[in-house]
């Protein structure tokens, strides 16, 4: 059973930086690609960024790109999001989940439970 936790969300004001974590239990982290998702109050659930299983390929949403980076550590079963020049729009919790390399939500067969990421302007 694949277990996901994620970390690191927080307050902090607009063009701040934040670094979430999300460590992951069972057998296959290191087969299979991480994801990044978030879910704002009122709104549906959107893809923000993800990583293939060796850390070599990476995608993000358009409006993440440049400003937010995603990485893995496969020895420490962990997937990281470096969010930089943080706006008051990126305000959502995020979730991480396990699964196939896709910026799609049904790609993804385990999610945590999520970490609150707020923004203030």
């Known amino acids: 059973q694949v277990q996901l936790v994620e970390s690191g969300g927080g307050l902090v004001q607009s063009g701040g930086s934040l670094r979430l974590s999300c460590v992951a239990s069972?057998?296959?982290?290191?087969?299979?690609?991480m994801g990044w998702f978030r879910q704002a109050p009122g709104k549906e659930r959107e893809f923000v960024a993800t990583?293939?299983?060796?850390?070599?390929?990476?995608h993000y949403a358009t409006s993440v790109n440049g400003r937010f980076t995603i990485s893995r550590d496969n020895a420490k079963a962990t997937v990281y999001l470096q969010m930089n020049n943080l706006k008051p729009e990126d305000t959502a919790v995020y979730y991480c989940?396990?699964?196939?390399?896709?910026?799609?939500?049904?790609?993804?067969?385990?999610w945590g439970q999520g970490t609150q990421v707020t923004v203030s302007s």
């Open positions: 069972g057998r296959t982290f290191s087969t299979s690609a």
């Open positions: 989940a396990e699964g196939v390399y896709s910026g799609v939500a049904p790609s993804y067969d385990y």
């Open positions: 990583i293939n299983w060796s850390g070599v390929s990476t």
